[in-house]
């Protein structure tokens, strides 16, 4: 599932004397530390995370074949030998690593590498199924330990937060040193996983710094060592500069974060527009002032998948029809569990030569339920080419509106509902498309999948 959270800032007043130290904590190969918690055989070994979903019985055969005798059932997963753990070598598919232990990467293996691919470059890795239940208990975890010590914190996904450490007890003592490794402790005591923290005078800096003494590491950064400690990196490294804009930079023979700060501020702003152009030039002189956000809600929720092979519209009809259908449903649990209804339904599609186009619409209710969001997201469909091969289908649900339990719908802007308010979006979004159904007969969603 995937979560966008608009920007809502808490301007935090500075007291006299105290500097701004903001700081990036991410954790360190999040997802295979978390799996090495549950596998320490494992540890220091080549280990990759991606493919298949983890069911619990997974390794029951290839343990039963290795010792028929032996009642295997309640081996704790510690205690699975390391021959039952399959390797790269044997993957056949289209999976994408999500994260590799630092042992793999020495290999040059990362995340979103096509499995296959990583399994040329180190075909002895262990791989192991995706869990994002645990990931996501564990994200919980270390947070909470955050909030505990520093308050002030902004999340950023499953395993990065910004803090700000400027009024924070301990937060100036060594440019934050002190209160980062402190944070660091409490999150090893609480979890055994480690963490890498930057601390700076901005967001946009602690991010960089972050990276810098990876992993397990603490970096301290102040305005005075961005040229010695930022100017060397690539553009690449900046969040917020992309792979298309340092093709773009590239091209006008900017590479390294100096040289992009060194560039005329007017040529940047000619080339890449007045608001980015002005960022960019920003950005590589370390200056940003955006707040550490403390609160936020999602935007959207969406939910996509990746077929094992390409399917086509015509031939693949039916399967494409079922997969459409699941992904509304998982979208609308989404929806159910965290308490929102979306008013824009949304599909994307990547093709087989790899361009992704998405369409929506935005409804005048908001709406919740699988079967409409399908109706709707179906509707989408006619707007798009299905003659290409289709490699990737996704279903995204934006414009949310909080349900709030005792009062309906409430706005993220905290406008009120109510829960009849709520009967009356269902009941009004229904009508809508049986009088769209009977206008078309019917004949969309035989045409379409
Ligand atoms: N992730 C993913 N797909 C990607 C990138 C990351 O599924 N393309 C997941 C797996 C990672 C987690 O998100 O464990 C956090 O991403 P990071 O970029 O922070 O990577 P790691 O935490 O794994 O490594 P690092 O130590 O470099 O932070
Ligand atoms: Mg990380």
């Known amino acids: 599932m995937l979560l966008d ?39 220091g070994l080549p280990v990759v995370i991606g493919g298949a979903r983890r069911r619990e019985d997974m390794y029951q055969e290839r343990l039963m074949a290795l010792d028929p005798t032996r009642d295997w059932r309640n081996t704790p997963p510690s205690d699975i030998p390391l021959e039952i753990f399959p390797r ?25 590498m096509g499995l296959m691919k990583a399994s040329q470059l180190c075909p ?33 996904g499953v395993d990065e937060v910004y803090i700000d450490f400027t009024e924070t007890a301990g937060g100036q003592r060594q440019g934050g040193r002190v209160l980062a490794r402190l944070i660091q402790k409490c999150i090893f005591d609480a979890t055994q996983l ?8 901005n967001k946009l800096l602690a991010k ?51 040289e992009l700060a060194n560039y005329d501020p007017q040529l940047l702003i ?3 527009g007045q608001n980015y152009g002005r960022w960019l030039n920003r950005a590589a002189h370390g200056l940003d002032d955006a707040q550490v956000v403390t609160y936020s809600e999602p935007v959207s929720l969406s939910r996509e998948t990746t077929f094992e092979r390409d399917l086509s519209a015509r031939h693949d009809k039916e399967r494409l029809g079922e997969v459409f ?3 509304c449903v998982q979208v609308a649990s989404d929806l159910q569990r965290k308490g929102y209804l979306g008013k824009t339904v949304g599909i994307k599609l990547k093709y087989d030569n790899f361009k992704t186009v998405t369409r929506d619409q935005t409804l005048d209710m908001a709406i919740g339920d699988a079967k ?67 206008s078309n007969q019917g004949g969309m969603n035989q045409e379409l999948f």
């Open 124 to 156: 002895d890795a262990v791989l192991l199924p995706v869990d994002f239940d645990e990931y996501r208990k564990y994200s919980r975890l270390f947070k909470e330990v955050i909030m505990e010590i520093a308050p002030v914190m902004e999340d950023r």
């Open 372 to 438: 409409l969001i399908r109706q709707y997201a179906g509707q989408l469909l006619k707007r798009v080419d299905l003659n290409k091969r289709i490699r990737l289908l996704g279903v995204r649900m934006g414009s949310l509106v909080r349900v709030d339990s005792s009062n309906g719908p409430v706005g993220s802007d905290g406008s009120e509902g109510s829960k009849g308010l709520l009967q009356g979006v269902k009941s009004s979004a229904i009508e809508k498309i049986e009088s769209h159904n009977q």
């Open 270 to 272: 000619a080339y890449f």
């Open 88 to 112: 790269l070598s044997t993957y056949v598919g289209r999976g994408v690593i999500t994260t590799a232990t630092y042992a793999a990467r020495q290999f040059g293996i990362g995340s979103a």
């Open 325 to 327: 259908t699941k992904l």
């Open 194 to 201: 480690t963490c890498s923290i930057g601390v700076a005078p």
């Open 208 to 258: 960089m710094a972050s990276e810098i003494n990876k992993p397990n590491g603490i970096c301290i950064l102040y305005e005075k060592d961005i040229q010695t400690q930022i100017w060397p990196l690539p553009c690449r490294k900046i969040n917020g500069i992309g792979p298309k804009t340092d093709e773009r930079l590239k091209a006008l023979g900017i590479n390294l974060i100096g």
């Open 5 to 43: 959270a608009p920007s809502v800032t808490q301007p935090i007043p500075e007291k006299p004397g105290s500097i701004r130290r903001i700081a990036h904590l991410d954790m360190d190969a999040f997802y295979a530390s978390v799996e090495l918690l549950r596998y320490p055989q494992l540890k």
